[in-house]
């Protein structure tokens, strides 16, 4: 019994696919009685692939795909009853094609041979026949639809394991399956259809990778920017179109305040990216998602300090229950004087500017909880915030 040992280079982007086909496997190997071929995943490794960017490959570009190591091990060799299947063979017009599960066997006779049945000896016309070997070790040739007369036994199944194998070997091939480009055009591609995959990229990886963080991890994934063309736009909702819109919008009408700005301004204006500018269109989505995030950030700091008010009374000594928020130090003619922060369970600022510093104490951390005493100096409002200023303070407790 040979044991056959088959390694595939997968894109990592298929390995779930795989994954699942091998699962699918080793249950269909499980019902044919059959030890289970076992599975491993090996090394992953980068390499660059030319993909091209319009129907005639007349312009293309090489983009890095991450590639991981599938390891199928069987122990046992296909059967239909006694019979080894060592090849499918599909027959072409002038030449064969080979589905081969056997890595010893000297195939190369096999490539032009008639498709004639060792079963019925009739010369029909058949798309497929199947290589066996018996007992014996003879080579036998069986038409397809004779299979299970000439075996005594129903073929399917093992000829189920065959085409899942025949599966997992294919998610090897990035060509059509991997690398179409959709709706690309010739140098490069729409912004809308673009922004839209790298939105769905984005989702289905979870986050938003860079070209940079890709070059500093020394090239184990692949940038949002090229896995989008890749296969974003299989993934890409009509929503995802819609955002994409809005980023155009959002790009459209913004004030560029750095070269990087109106670079991203003039993108937007064109309506067009093309492979070049790849990079840069993509990090536009991320572009909005800040800005919106910043103007939610100011949102939410301007309701809060809408509600703050002045606690305490001026020139009292009282207790106060605080969070420490964080302290800055500061130097002038009078040496080091430190400006602590501090919020009351009703998002009130206090500060203190004090000689000593709080974080001195080894108890005593930004984030803490504290019990104070302090007086009351004065309420003023700095940059249309309100500020108790305190001084003298004790630390009474402290509750990390
Ligand atoms: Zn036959």
């Given amino acids: 019994m040979n044991k056959t040992q088959e390694t595939y280079e997968i894109p990592y982007r298929q390995l779930g696919k795989a994954r699942k086909l091998i699962a699918k496997i080793q249950k269909r190997a499980a019902k044919l009685g059959k030890q289970l071929p076992t599975i491993t995943e090996g090394k992953k490794v980068t390499r660059n692939v030319t993909i091209d960017l319009d129907p005639h490959g007349i312009n293309t570009t090489q983009i890095p795909v991450l590639f991981v190591e599938v390891t199928l091990t069987h122990t046992e060799a296909i059967k239909i009853a006694g019979y080894e299947i060592l090849a499918a063979i599909d027959h072409g017009e002038a030449v064969n094609v080979l589905r081969t599960y056997d890595n010893a066997y000297d195939f190369a006779p096999w490539f032009e041979a008639p498709a004639s049945c060792e079963h019925c000896a009739k010369n029909r016309r058949r798309k497929m026949t199947v290589l066996l070997r018996d007992n014996s070790n003879n080579v036998l040739q069986v038409g397809k639809t004779c299979l299970k007369d000439f075996t005594g036994h129903d073929p399917k199944s093992a000829l189920a394991l065959c085409e899942l194998i025949e599966q997992l070997r294919a998610i090897q091939d990035l060509d059509e399956e991997s690398l179409d480009f959709g709706n690309a055009s010739c140098d490069g591609v729409t912004l809308q259809s673009y922004l839209g995959w790298v939105i769905a990229e984005t989702r289905d990886a979870g986050e938003f990778v860079t070209r940079s963080a890709v070059y500093e991890s020394g090239g184990s994934r692949l940038a949002t920017a090229d896995a989008a063309m890749i296969s974003g736009y299989k993934v890409a909702t009509d929503k995802d179109y819609d955002d994409a819109d809005k980023v155009i919008e959002w790009a459209v009408s913004l004030k560029p305040e750095t070269t990087f700005d109106m670079n991203l301004q003039a993108i937007a204006i064109n309506r067009y990216v093309t492979r070049k500018q790849l990079g ?120 990390a």
């Avoid at 206090?350 to 000689?355: T, Y």
């Avoid at 104070?372 to 249309?384: M, Q, S, W």
Wanted: hydrophobic share 40%; glycine share 6%; with cysteine.
């Fill in 280 to 399: 840069l269109a993509a990090y536009m989505a991320q572009a909005k998602a800040r800005a919106d995030e910043k103007l939610v950030q100011e949102k939410l700091r301007a309701t809060q300090v809408a509600k703050m008010v002045h606690v305490g009374t001026v020139g009292k000594r009282e207790a106060f229950e605080v969070k420490f928020s964080r302290v800055s130090s500061h130097e002038n003619q009078w040496g080091m004087t430190h400006r602590h922060v501090f919020y009351d369970a009703q998002g009130n600022e206090l500060v203190w500017w004090g000689s000593y510093n709080l974080e001195y104490r080894e108890d005593v951390e930004p984030g803490d909880a504290l019990s104070l005493k302090a007086t009351v100096k004065k309420h003023e409002v700095y940059k249309g915030t309100p500020q108790t200023v305190i001084t003298r303070v004790k630390v009474l407790e402290c509750a």
